[in-house]
């Protein structure tokens, strides 16, 4: 199976923009992180991180491409099976129609996506302009006020009470603790 080298080799060969690295890069953290939490295997679940858009860059005008580009890459690898390429098959399925979402993995993905993001748009408000002056109070505060950041969809986020088995406060608390040790990485 691809392993976490392959997928960073892969996202950093078809991806410049240092913006959308550091999203995949903190998406594989968070997924590391939930991993842990929900008995996954954590490098499984951080390379499904990694790829989940290492083909943004080039399908972003055709986004009924987007994963596809990623999958014949992994084709190419010999990669046509395995929890990875399905769990890459559901990212995009309401336009590629490949797969579902089916199962812890791919249910942790869909959710902590739109977090990771919503969480640096918190970080990026604050004085400090970093991840470290962020609490789980202020990112909640923020999920308040449905002017901010409001391209976000929260309802996507909080199907993790639902499909992952985690409170809403407790999947925000784990995904801001596990950007945070990985702030470096992710450049704030
Ligand atoms: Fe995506
Ligand atoms: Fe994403």
């Not at 991840?131 to 391209?151: D, G, H, S, Y």
Request: hydrophobic share 40%; charged share 25%; with cysteine.
């Amino acid at each position: 199976m691809i392993t976490k080298q392959q997928a960073t080799d892969l996202l950093h060969a078809h991806t410049k923009n240092q913006n959308l690295r550091r999203h995949m890069y903190a998406v594989g953290f968070a997924m590391r992180a939930l991993a842990s939490k929900l008995g996954g295997d954590p490098d499984t679940w951080e390379t499904l991180g990694l790829l989940h858009d290492a083909d943004w860059e080039e399908t972003k005008d055709t986004p009924d491409e987007h994963t596809k580009h990623s999958l014949s890459w992994l084709k190419d690898m010999g990669e046509t099976e395995g929890p990875v390429v399905h769990a890459l098959m559901s990212h995009n399925r309401k336009r590629t129609k490949l797969a579902e979402l089916d199962g812890d993995m791919e249910w942790a993905l869909e959710t902590v996506d739109e977090l990771t993001g919503f969480i640096v748009a918190v970080a990026l408000v604050r004085p400090e302009k970093s991840l470290a002056a962020v609490t789980p109070e202020a990112v909640m505060k923020k999920w308040n006020q449905k002017a901010f950041a409001a391209a976000v969809e929260r309802g996507q986020i909080a199907q993790c009470e639902e499909k992952l088995r985690i409170p809403l406060a407790e999947f925000i608390a784990l995904t801001l603790t596990a950007m945070q040790a990985h702030h470096e990485e992710i450049g704030l």
